[in-house]
Nanobody, 125 residues
Framework: QVQLVESGGGLVQAGGSLRLSCAASGRTFSAYAMGWFRQAPGKEREFVACITWNMGFTDYAASVKGRFTISRDTAKKMVYLQMNSLKPEDTAVYYC??????????????????WGQGTQVTVSS
């Protein structure tokens, strides 16, 4: 089991930026990848971005590509999500998650075993 704690959420005006952080801890940590998901009220949780732990390969949802950047610090066991050019439709609770194995789909919640508590991001018009 891995404990994940997100931080950095808040209220920002459209066009602004936020940087989310996710700190991982636990007895063992053997992640294949880490990802960010988000869930807006009344909507399903959706994939945002992911990064492989060893090589740092990244992938993004089409809705955030070119605006968001995922990164990680392997020494600190941290993953970040830099969000630029924020839009009101980015408003959601953002969750950090750990994908332990390469099996499954990177875009699916089912592939991720451990989740943080979430951090609220609100983008005003």
């Amino acid at each position: 089991q891995v404990q994940l704690v997100e931080s950095g959420g808040g209220l920002v005006q459209a066009g602004g930026s936020l940087r989310l952080s996710c700190a991982a801890s636990g007895r063992t940590f053997s992640a294949y990848a880490m990802g960010w998901f988000r869930q807006a009220p009344g909507k399903e949780r959706e994939f945002v971005a992911c990064i492989t732990w060893n090589m740092g390969f990244t992938d993004y949802a089409a809705s955030v590509k070119g605006r968001f950047t995922i990164s990680r610090d392997t020494a600190k066991k941290m993953v970040y999500l830099q969000m630029n050019s924020l839009k009101p439709e980015d408003t959601a609770v953002y969750y950090c998650a750990v994908r332990a194995q390469s099996t499954g789909s990177k875009y699916s919640e089912a592939a991720y075993a451990d989740w943080g508590q979430g951090t609220q991001v609100t983008v005003s018009s």
